[in-house]
């Protein structure tokens, strides 16, 4: 079986491990880094290993961070009436790209998903409720999981829970929650979009 | 719209295939187990992406190798196509039109309809609804693609919903709700596309069976899901999901989803009687080939075109009388292959066809055919 010295076996071994990486990627990846410089192949089990040892998830959002709460909860200029809920860190570094949101977020850390053995426990759900709760102030909670059958539930699961929340300060009002709206992605063709993405921008077409 | 040719390479028993075909009438003749089969099973899998046989594509690729392939060149009105599926062990499979390669492979459904005709297809009245579901659901999915979408969003739910039934852990009654509303709302779209469908097919196979039997039997496909499904959308959704609410205790005690359309059935009745049951041997078989039938003409008319036709040695059960109708009716349109063991199964059309011999996947022309 063994083709390669041991170490090389090990290295593609664990490559492959990773996300997205057969053996040929493995093999492409491995090789490459033999060829840099001692120092690169250094360098990168550093950043791994730095990563690894300082990243831990916010302690509102569990966004990660190297501290205990991330740079968004820190800041002070963040509307804190409105909290989206996201999947996962990277979802909250696509919404921050937009420069749009100025809101705070909640990562779920994935979706319900019984088949893969997921349930409320195994995301920071009760997190999120007591913060709507505890935390006051929130007046929409904005869902923005995935646009897949297991996000949809889990939003609306999300739903039930939020539901007839008090908002702080405001006798009588309660808590909005929202989903994204799902549709056309800009700059791109009527005619190539599939029956589902148009029936669904259809479907929440707006007055112009 | 014709399949001109098709190639194999390494599909079923073919190491590499390569046939040109007659616009209207093929035929394929030979021993059992040379490959005859596998030729419609390739011309089906460039019409659905899939075997109308096989339970995994991976059954198709030929022993011992990691992918096999089949391409076929269509001749449509606008011009030439070349359609190429590929499959490949333990990875997905492939879809190329006109070589490129195309992301979503429900790209083909209905651009070529097929449908085919087995000695199977008694199985559509004598087996369970299992058979008839998919049936309905190939009929539909070749008309209408956004049904596809549906399909597979129900069936996820599905299972995620099965499965949560089967932890059988406290606290997922309110997980339950989550999964309710997906499976009600695609639930509700699977039920009113499919009561559509069948009520037209009902039509064509009523006029099927009185064509093959030439007097007035009346024959009537009846959708019957496990709920009311009449309406708009939102108000089948809507009592769906009452009934979902319904089944609760039932579902909680067998640890699995009792209401909605994975239960669904196709009613078979001739002169009011359930076929399945008080059928004879003869009406069960006549009743399939109506089915089919029926499922020829809807295709027709939904996807515009007339679609191939894949007769599997079915020829060779039907008595002179029906060869003649058969023969006749596929003279109206549409391309047809036929498999058969002997040249005598087929007297009526043997003169109108381009013939093969197929003889351990070796596929040879006999007769070009007409102005072939």
Redesign the interface.
């Known amino acids: 079986m063994a083709e390669y010295p041991p170490s090389l076996e090990r290295l593609l071994h664990e490559l492959e491990k990773l996300p997205g990486v057969g053996p040929r990627s493995a093999q492409r990846l491995a090789f490459h880094m033999l060829k840099q410089p001692l120092e690169a192949a250094k360098a990168l089990s550093a950043a791994l290993l730095d990563a690894r040892t300082r990243l831990h998830p916010c302690r509102d959002c569990f966004n990660l961070t190297e501290e205990t709460l991330c740079r968004i909860c820190a800041q002070a200029t963040r509307d804190r009436a409105s909290l989206l809920v996201v999947e996962d860190p990277s979802d909250v570094a696509a919404f921050e790209r937009t420069r749009e949101y100025h809101g705070l977020y909640h990562v779920l850390g994935g979706t319900l998903s019984p088949l893969e053995g997921r349930g409320p426990q195994d995301l920071t759900l009760d997190a999120l409720v007591s913060r709507v709760q505890k935390d006051g102030g929130f007046k929409e909670v904005i869902v923005a999981t995935d646009p897949t059958v297991e996000g949809d539930s889990t939003g609306l699961y999300i739903q039930q829970l939020l539901k007839g929340m008090p908002v702080h300060g405001e006798p009588g009002r309660t808590i909005k929650v929202s989903r994204l709206a799902r549709g056309l992605p800009s700059g791109g063709d009527v005619e190539y979009a599939d029956e589902t993405t148009l029936l669904k921008a259809l479907e929440g077409r707006r007055e112009i | 719209m014709h399949v001109r040719s098709l190639r194999l390479a390494h599909f079923r028993n073919y190491e590499s295939l390569e046939v040109e075909f007659h616009p209207q009438l093929n035929l394929f003749l030979g021993p059992n187990a040379q490959g005859k089969t596998n030729v419609l099973e390739a011309l089906y899998c460039l019409s659905t992406t899939r075997s109308f046989r096989a339970a995994s594509d991976e059954e198709m690729i030929q022993f011992g190798r990691e992918e096999g392939a089949v391409e076929g060149i269509l001749q449509r009105e606008e011009g030439e196509e070349t359609i190429r599926m590929e499959f490949r062990r333990s990875r997905n499979k492939v879809l190329w039109v006109n070589r490129k390669k195309q992301k979503?492979l429900?790209l083909l459904l209905g651009r070529l309809p097929a449908v085919v005709f087995s000695p199977d297809d008694l199985f559509l009245v004598k087996g369970g609804p299992a058979l008839r579901r998919r049936y309905l659901d190939m009929t539909v999915l070749q008309m209408d693609?956004?049904y596809l979408?549906h399909l597979q969003?129900y069936d996820?739910?599905l299972?995620?919903?099965n499965?949560?039934l089967r932890?059988r852990?406290p606290?997922t009654e309110?997980?339950l709700?989550?999964?309710d509303?997906?499976l009600a709302r695609h639930g509700a779209a699977l039920m009113l596309k499919r009561g559509e469908v069948a009520k037209r097919l009902s039509d064509f196979a009523g006029q099927a069976l009185r064509d093959l039997t030439g007097d007035a039997e009346r024959f009537e496909v009846r959708y019957e899901p496990c709920l009311p499904w009449e309406g708009l959308e939102s108000s089948v959704a809507e009592k769906m999901l009452e009934a979902l609410a319904g089944a609760r205790r039932e579902e909680t005690a067998r640890g699995v989803t009792v209401v909605g359309p994975h239960r669904d059935d196709l009613g078979l009745w001739v002169n009011g009687q359930l076929l399945r049951k008080f059928g004879s041997q003869g009406q069960q078989r006549t009743g399939a080939l109506a089915l089919k039938l029926a499922q020829l003409s809807l295709l027709a008319e939904g996807c515009h075109t007339a679609p191939l036709v894949l007769f599997d040695d079915v020829m060779a059960e039907l008595d002179e009388k029906r060869q003649a109708f058969f023969l006749n009716r596929l003279r109206q349109g549409g391309q047809a292959f036929l498999t058969g063991t002997s040249p005598h199964d087929f007297s009526a059309a043997s003169k109108a066809a381009r013939i093969f011999s197929v003889e351990l996947g070796r596929v040879q022309w006999v007769q070009s055919g007409p102005e072939g």
């Open positions: 979503k429900s693609q956004g979408t969003q996820r739910a299972k995620q919903r499965s949560l932890q852990s606290g309110s997980q709700a989550a999964w509303q997906p």
